[in-house]
Nanobody, 130 residues
Framework: EVHLVESGGGLAQAGGSLRLSCAASGYAFSRSAMSWARQAPGKGFEWVSVINTSGSTSYADSVRGRFTISRDNRKNTLWLEMNSLKPEDTGVYFC????????????????????????RGQGTQVTVSA
């Protein structure tokens, strides 16, 4: 059974930083593309970033240059380094596993997040104050 546990969320001031972690278990982590998605209060999911098994990455325009996604296949861990945080980054952040395995040809601009194609964790709350 796929098990994803996010941690590292919390309260930050605008301009500050947070580092989110996702501990994965129950499947071959190294063979799956992984993503971070977020959901602001009262809104749908937003695809934040994705990384495939080769380490290629893509980001939403709203976070490009501020957030960095990375993974360690030996530790079955995914991270999201978030810098220069803005109040609009507030939301619940989810770690997600692509249900079809790997992703190739990552788009330069991420489309809308399709939750039906990803297994998500419970999420971790990030709140950024002005």
């Amino acid at each position: 059974e796929v098990h994803l546990v996010e941690s590292g969320g919390g309260l930050a001031q605008a301009g500050g930083s947070l580092r989110l972690s996702c501990a994965a278990s129950g499947y071959a982590f190294s063979r799956s593309a992984m993503s971070w998605a977020r959901q602001a209060p009262g809104k749908g999911f937003e695809w934040v970033s994705v990384i495939n098994t080769s380490g290629s990455t893509s980001y939403a325009d709203s976070v490009r240059g501020r957030f960095t996604i990375s993974r360690d296949n030996r530790k079955n861990t995914l991270w999201l380094e978030m810098n220069s945080l803005k109040p609009e980054d507030t939301g619940v952040y989810f770690c997600a596993k692509y249900i079809y395995g790997d992703l190739w040809g990552l788009p330069e601009v991420l489309p809308s997040f399709d939750p039906a194609k990803w297994v998500r964790g419970q999420g971790t709350q990030v709140t950024v104050s002005a």
